[in-house]
């Protein structure tokens, strides 16, 4: 497999002295879906944006599709594609003519732009509202004009900053199997995400990312693989917040206390243990723990997630920290309401 | 070629936002609408003891509200980029393997040609209210395409306040804080030898004065202590388009930096 993405060292420092990624190393290879996973403030944004020559690096070299970014940024954007994490279309041109403009930018003739157009718009589902304003579109029929202006020039390597973020289920499901599509047609794509439903649906491959460093790189089922078998967590019906951390503090070391646990921790209002063993041993005697101690809790075993398998490598959960704002390229984004 | 192709589709495409909110444009005509109303009333007796015999305030004003018009018009240039980097647009043009002059190109064009429609409107009110233009439809077009010339530096400008502000309302206040005074410190509202002195000794050195009576002079006929002279005066016109040329060209100039300083 050829590497369509080589990155290098990468680092970015904003001039407000914010260190927003912190030298990463990372290649795609061509036809891989590939992601990043990691919360908000990560640095997801800051690194998409360097690679689609929004932001200069601060340090470190990335190759795509045999050009050097900073030098051939031209041709980079030539065969790229990109979808930012806010939805950008210009309300005031229909979905046809959001995305003839971009054909145009793409140096697609009038012809073949409106051909191109039309056919996007049979993809996604838009071709109904082709000739309404995108000023009235939804949220989801928005990010779908979005994902098809990307398209118009059949990139063959497409960035999307989390594509999914703020769709509801159904519209996320739709998404999904959209991008799967693509990427089954052979467009590369390199997705970042917060989900890790998402990140395990999806990527072949993913690097999970914290705090502007690569952590763990490789595909899901080896992560989580990787965490042993099943977990165990003990859950709590009290609404109380004191009382609620007493019996998490028991449980935890009730757990503890058990041979055939690991890796007691506390998240998001449960205990989580990794199960060395398999549930046959190791259950009854937890239950039987808890029962002697007169701890009223529930008890589930689960197969690892890639949140476990987050929580593991950073010690803090996926989706527990407050976004630092994420890295921005242009002042911020603040979505305008007329 | 590939550059111009690029400059149309997002000219048209700064065209079409602009026919779309037609609110915008109705506003900007309203404000001048009401100065030329206005003014004509409340300077009448000013008019009659200032302007050459049988010329009527509104002739005097005509022109000058014609340019306000079109620079007031200008920053709706700057509001505009304001709106594009906000939502992400421009990150969209930024990514496309375009000259990323077209992005200044594009709107600089359009905004030309909304100021152009904007100043025929004012014109066409004038026409309404019974001002006569003395060298007629060649002296109009030449007057309203000076100040559009004028106006797209001023939009450059407000481009400029834009792309370091990155915030609609400092955009507005930034232009409006130049603007008004230096409107004030012309010979918009009355004839230049009623102005004080130092005023008029300002004005070699302001734009919108130099606009102002290259319009007067290429649509009503140039007035001077009581007397009106229908010759054009190719003197003051030289000076006044070498002037405001240069104020586009020293705007576009200052645009493409605060552009390239932007997007580096």
Same mark, same amino acid.
């Given at each position: 497999?050829?590497?369509?993405?080589?990155?290098?060292?990468?680092?970015?420092?904003?001039?407000?002295?914010?260190?927003?990624?912190?030298?990463?190393?990372?290649?795609?290879?061509?036809?891989?879906?590939?992601?990043?996973?990691?919360?908000?403030?990560?640095?997801?944004?800051?690194?998409?944006?360097?690679?689609?020559?929004?932001?200069?690096?601060?340090?470190?070299?990335?190759?795509?599709?045999?050009?050097?970014?900073?030098?051939?940024?031209?041709?980079?954007?030539?065969?790229?594609?990109?979808?930012?994490?806010?939805?950008?279309?210009?309300?005031?041109?229909?979905?046809?003519?959001?995305?003839?403009?971009?054909?145009?930018?793409?140096?697609?003739?009038?012809?073949?732009?409106?051909?191109?157009?039309?056919?996007?718009?049979?993809?996604?589902?838009?071709?109904?509202?082709?000739?309404?304003?995108?000023?009235?579109?939804?949220?989801?029929?928005?990010?779908?004009?979005?994902?098809?202006?990307?398209?118009?020039?059949?990139?063959?390597?497409?960035?999307?900053?989390?594509?999914?973020?703020?769709?509801?289920?159904?519209?996320?499901?739709?998404?999904?199997?959209?991008?799967?599509?693509?990427?089954?047609?052979?467009?590369?794509?390199?997705?970042?995400?917060?989900?890790?439903?998402?990140?395990?649906?999806?990527?072949?491959?993913?690097?999970?990312?914290?705090?502007?460093?690569?952590?763990?790189?490789?595909?899901?089922?080896?992560?989580?693989?990787?965490?042993?078998?099943?977990?165990?967590?003990?859950?709590?019906?009290?609404?109380?917040?004191?009382?609620?951390?007493?019996?998490?503090?028991?449980?935890?070391?009730?757990?503890?206390?058990?041979?055939?646990?690991?890796?007691?921790?506390?998240?998001?209002?449960?205990?989580?243990?990794?199960?060395?063993?398999?549930?046959?041993?190791?259950?009854?005697?937890?239950?039987?723990?808890?029962?002697?101690?007169?701890?009223?809790?529930?008890?589930?075993?689960?197969?690892?997630?890639?949140?476990?398998?987050?929580?593991?490598?950073?010690?803090?959960?996926?989706?527990?920290?407050?976004?630092?704002?994420?890295?921005?390229?242009?002042?911020?984004?603040?979505?305008?309401?007329? | 070629?590939?550059?111009?192709?690029?400059?149309?589709?997002?000219?048209?495409?700064?065209?079409?936002?602009?026919?779309?909110?037609?609110?915008?444009?109705?506003?900007?005509?309203?404000?001048?609408?009401?100065?030329?109303?206005?003014?004509?009333?409340?300077?009448?007796?000013?008019?009659? =003891?200032? #302007?050459?015999?049988?010329?009527?305030?509104? /002739? !005097?004003?005509?022109?000058?509200?014609? +340019?306000?018009?079109? *620079? $007031?018009?200008?920053?709706?240039?700057?509001?505009?980029?304001?709106?594009?980097?906000?939502?992400?647009?421009?990150?969209?043009?930024?990514?496309?393997?375009?000259?990323?002059?077209?992005?200044?190109?594009?709107?600089?064009?359009?905004?030309?040609?909304?100021?152009?429609?904007?100043?025929?409107?004012?014109?066409?009110?004038?026409?309404?209210?019974?001002?006569?233009?003395?060298?007629?439809?060649?002296?109009?077009?030449?007057?309203?395409?000076?100040?559009?010339?004028?106006?797209?530096?001023?939009?450059?400008?407000?481009?400029? =306040?834009? #792309?370091?502000?990155?915030?609609?309302?400092? /955009? !507005?206040?930034?232009?409006?804080?130049? +603007?008004?005074?230096? *409107? $004030?410190?012309?010979?918009?509202?009355?004839?230049?030898?009623?102005?004080?002195?130092?005023?008029?000794?300002?004005?070699?050195?302001?734009?919108?004065?130099?606009?102002?009576?290259?319009?007067?002079?290429?649509?009503?006929?140039?007035?001077?202590?009581?007397?009106?002279?229908?010759?054009?005066?190719?003197?003051?016109?030289?000076?006044?388009?070498?002037?405001?040329?240069?104020?586009?060209?020293?705007?576009?100039?200052?645009?493409?930096?605060?552009?390239?300083?932007?997007?580096?």
């Amino acid at each position: 497999m050829m590497a369509l993405v080589e990155v290098e060292g990468l680092r970015k420092v904003y001039p407000d002295g914010t260190e927003a990624v912190r030298g990463i190393d990372f290649a795609v290879g061509e036809g891989e879906f590939f992601g990043f996973l990691g919360p908000n403030g990560a640095g997801k944004s800051t690194t998409i944006k360097m690679l689609v020559t929004l932001i200069p690096p601060t340090e470190g070299r990335a190759v795509i599709s045999g050009f050097a970014l900073g030098r051939d940024d031209r041709r980079i954007r030539e065969v790229i594609g990109y979808a930012a994490q806010d939805v950008s279309v210009d309300e005031d041109l229909t979905g046809r003519e959001n995305l003839v403009l971009s054909g145009r930018l793409y140096h697609l003739a009038q012809r073949e732009a409106l051909r191109r157009a039309d056919e996007l718009l049979e993809l996604v589902g838009l071709s109904d509202a082709a000739n309404r304003r995108a000023g009235f579109y939804s949220g989801g029929m928005r990010r779908r004009l979005d994902l098809a202006q990307a398209l118009m020039h059949r990139p063959k390597l497409l960035f999307l900053d989390e594509p999914t973020t703020g769709l509801d289920p159904q519209n996320r499901r739709a998404m999904w199997d959209e991008l799967q599509r693509l990427n089954r047609d052979g467009t590369t794509v390199f997705l970042t995400t917060q989900y890790m439903e998402e990140a395990d649906t999806l990527c072949e491959r993913l690097a999970v990312i914290d705090h502007g460093m690569i952590v763990s790189e490789g595909s899901p089922a080896s992560m989580k693989a990787e965490l042993g078998g099943e977990v165990l967590s003990l859950s709590f019906t009290t609404d109380d917040p004191d009382m609620l951390q007493v019996l998490i503090d028991r449980g935890a070391a009730i757990l503890r206390g058990i041979e055939g646990l690991a890796e007691v921790r506390e998240a998001d209002r449960t205990v989580i243990a990794n199960m060395r063993d398999g549930a046959r041993e190791v259950l009854p005697e937890a239950l039987r723990a808890m029962e002697e101690a007169g701890l009223d809790a529930r008890i589930a075993v689960s197969p690892p997630t890639l949140d476990d398998v987050f929580m593991k490598i950073t010690g803090h959960a996926l989706r527990d920290e407050e976004g630092k704002p994420t890295g921005f390229s242009f002042g911020g984004r603040r979505r305008v309401k007329r | 070629m590939e550059t111009l192709r690029v400059t149309t589709a997002l000219a048209v495409r700064s065209m079409k936002r602009t026919i779309r909110r037609p609110v915008f444009l109705v506003l900007s005509l309203l404000q001048p609408l009401i100065w030329l109303l206005l003014f004509s009333q409340v300077m009448k007796n000013f008019g009659k =003891a200032t #302007l050459p015999p049988g010329m009527s305030y509104v /002739t !005097l004003f005509a022109p000058a509200v014609m +340019l306000q018009t079109i *620079l $007031f018009g200008s920053f709706q240039s700057g509001m505009g980029m304001v709106h594009d980097i906000e939502v992400g647009l421009f990150d969209k043009f930024l990514i496309a393997p375009i000259n990323r002059m077209a992005i200044l190109m594009g709107r600089a064009l359009a905004d030309g040609a909304r100021m152009f429609v904007q100043g025929l409107f004012m014109v066409l009110l004038a026409m309404a209210l019974g001002v006569r233009f003395v060298h007629g439809p060649l002296g109009v077009l030449a007057a309203l395409l000076l100040a559009v010339i004028f106006g797209i530096g001023l939009a450059a400008l407000s481009n400029v =306040a834009a #792309l370091r502000t990155k915030s609609t309302e400092a /955009t !507005l206040m930034i232009v409006n804080f130049f +603007l008004f005074p230096l *409107l $004030f410190l012309s010979p918009a509202l009355v004839p230049k030898d009623v102005l004080p002195g130092w005023i008029a000794t300002f004005g070699k050195f302001n734009p919108v004065a130099y606009a102002v009576d290259a319009s007067r002079n290429l649509m009503v006929g140039v007035v001077e202590n009581r007397t009106l002279s229908t010759a054009i005066d190719w003197g003051q016109l030289g000076r006044a388009t070498l002037f405001l040329v240069g104020v586009a060209i020293g705007g576009m100039t200052l645009a493409r930096m605060a552009f390239r300083k932007a997007t580096a």
